[in-house]
Structures are given as C-alpha cells and as structure tokens.
C-alpha cells in the first residue's frame, strides 16, 4: 500500500518568506509525527497529532512554526518568515494508532533558505 | 530518557553478521530499547524495539542484557541495501505507547562486498 508522502521533496526560499510543507499520512493512521534533522544531526521532535486530542507542540522552535492536521488526514507544516538556520530536512511521520510501536516516516522535504 | 552510546562507525562483509552495540547504563525499568536505521536521503525506518527479553523478526534481532544497561543488535545476513546510519534510542511508553523519537548521531555501518 501507499506509504507517507510529502511534498515537496526540495523546497528553495529567500530568508523572509513564508513557506507550507504538505504530509499525506498512510489512510487509516491516527498518529502524526513532524520532526526536523539539520545536515549530519540527528532527529529533532517538532509536533505530535494524535486523532482529536490536541497536539502536542512541544518540540516547535519557535512562534514562527505552525502545524495543522484535518481530521486524520493530511498536515501542514508552516515556518514563517524563514530563517537561513530553518534549513533542513523535515520528515514526517505517522503511527496506525495509540497503542502501536512502529512510526513509518515519509522521504521528507528538503527546506533550503537562502 | 536514558542516554545511549554507540560507535560511530563499523564495517561489515557482506553475507556476515553484523553486530551493533549500544550503551544504555541510566536506563529505566519502564524505558524500552528501539532500533531505527536511516538509509542515505530517506526517511528513518523502524527496525526492532524490546524491554528485557531478547526479541527476533524477520530484519533482525536484540539482545538485550540481563541488567538491560547494554544491548546488541544483530543483523544476521548482512547485505549491501543494509548499508545506513543505525540508531539506538531508549524510550519510556507511557500508557499510550506514544513516544517522540530523537536520534544522536546512531553508528554508520557500511557493508562491503
């Protein structure tokens, strides 16, 4: 079956700018994952979704960073007024419900500010 | 949640076992022991988690110590698409079983014909 997908696979923007980063879980997943990894770092936890519970937003940065989830469907990741230090690789990841073990992480979106 | 230590580098033949440590000495009784691995330019992939008990599937296996502070994974058949950066995490599943991943800098293996 299908896996995570996000778009776009690379994304270039000029310092300033506002920029939308679109994850399409597995269909059925309740759980959805944003994390952040900087070239040759490890993963950073930005936010959490799970079903209609609210979001688990400790992991976000700063007020510049944003995420919504419809329902249990697909997430937008927003990063305003972008920073040369918001480069990085941002993945996503969701989760079939609570009670399983297993994220399955999509390819992620290659964020470059220039 | 517990640190772990791991090598930051190992090579492997291909066909041969491949055995990775990692070093988990502050690990909680209620912290499990997770395996991801990230192959170049992908997303992270799950491979193994356990508590105590060694545990087996169809990628590999984890030997967990008797007083947990240490563990192995073991890929038994090394192959060149194995060839990733490794990544030991210990985690506390709270009731939900949720859990938030953060990865240090995991063991690149590199696996040669």
């Known amino acids: 079956g299908a896996g995570v997908s996000q778009s776009p696979s690379n994304k270039v923007t000029e310092k300033g700018k506002d920029v939308e980063l679109r994850c399409d879980p597995i269909s059925g997943h309740t759980a959805l994952y944003w994390y952040r990894q900087r070239l040759g770092q490890g993963l950073e936890f930005l936010i959490y979704?799970?079903?209609?519970?609210?979001?688990?937003k400790s992991g976000l940065p700063s007020d510049r960073f944003s995420a919504e989830r419809t329902g249990e469907s697909v997430s937008t990741l927003t990063i305003q007024r972008t920073q040369q230090e918001d480069s990085a690789v941002y993945l996503c990841?969701?989760?079939?419900?609570?009670?399983?073990?297993?994220?399955?992480f999509g390819p992620g979106t290659r964020l470059t500010v220039t | 949640d517990a640190k772990t230590t791991q090598p930051t580098s190992m090579d492997c033949a291909e066909g041969r076992a491949a055995n990775l440590p990692c070093n988990h000495s502050?690990?909680?009784?209620?912290?499990?022991v997770y395996w991801y691995r990230q192959i170049h330019s992908q997303g992270p992939q799950y491979i193994i988690h356990g508590l105590k008990n060694n545990e087996t599937n169809e990628m590999a296996s984890l030997i967990i110590t008797e007083d947990r502070k240490s563990s192995t994974l073991i890929l038994p058949h090394a192959t060149l698409r194995d060839t990733a950066v490794y990544y030991c995490i210990v985690r506390v599943l709270k009731g939900s079983n949720d859990y938030k991943l953060s990865f240090g800098a995991g063991t690149t293996v590199t696996v040669r014909a």
């Open positions: 979704f799970q079903g209609n519970s609210a979001p688990d």
């Open positions: 502050t690990i909680s009784g209620n912290e499990y």
């Open positions: 990841a969701s989760k079939a419900s609570t009670y399983s073990y297993e994220q399955y």
